[in-house]
């Protein structure tokens, strides 16, 4: 851990830029087995924010571990660190007012609270939202893009979410979406009618 460093406070708070900037910034946490449509929501999620003229970006999980987690794996330690990592980068975006859209498995329950704890901490009226993409295992397996279950099952990969790796699924999340039911366009209908129910989004 570094030593001789001091956090040196901004002068304008949260709320002060959502009323300077006219917008709400908040963090979208979208958690789910692999294969049950967390990115393919996420990301038109983000296409429909933006054309309502919000700022907004998505962090996809591939994504990031090509970039700043290429040097973690999928070891309970290191499923960690990616969250505790992406946890840190998501408030920052969501603190300067944009609605950041994160895509994990993140299956550890511990770990999700930490990510809700850490945008708490930095200002209780920041808006965390945990968004349960519920896929059940047989729809996630006959999904199955990258072939990745197969695998899993085949023993080519190790520490598999669902398979070889246990997923913690969230009990009280503020959005439970029914992926084995539900289309992208309701999912992102959803999760949107929330934003504007929340005064997240003014449309």
């Not at 006959?142 to 190790?158: S, T, V």
Request: with cysteine.
């Amino acid at each position: 851990m570094a030593t001789n460093i001091t956090f040196h406070p901004g002068t304008v708070s949260y709320g002060e830029r959502n009323e300077l900037l006219k917008q709400c910034g908040a963090t979208i946490w979208l958690t789910g087995l692999s294969a049950s449509g967390k990115s393919t929501i996420a990301t038109a999620l983000e296409q429909h924010l933006l054309h309502l003229h919000k700022s907004a970006y998505r962090l996809d999980g591939d994504n990031i571990r090509f970039g700043l987690n290429k040097d973690l794996g999928f070891s309970p330690k290191d499923r960690e660190e990616n969250i505790r990592r992406i946890s840190e980068v998501s408030l920052l975006f969501a603190a300067s007012t944009t609605i950041s859209i994160t895509s994990f498995i993140s299956p550890y329950k511990a770990d999700r609270d930490f990510a809700r704890e850490l945008h708490a901490k930095h200002d209780p009226a920041l808006p965390f939202i945990e968004v349960f993409v519920d896929a059940s295992i047989e729809e996630c397996e006959r999904r199955d893009p990258k072939g990745l279950y197969k695998k899993a099952k085949a023993g080519e990969i190790k520490e598999f979410t669902g398979i070889s790796a246990p997923y913690e699924a969230p009990e009280k999340a503020e959005i439970h979406i029914d992926a084995d039911k539900t289309s992208v366009e309701k999912s992102v209908e959803i999760i949107a009618k929330y934003l504007v129910e929340k005064g997240v989004i003014q449309t």
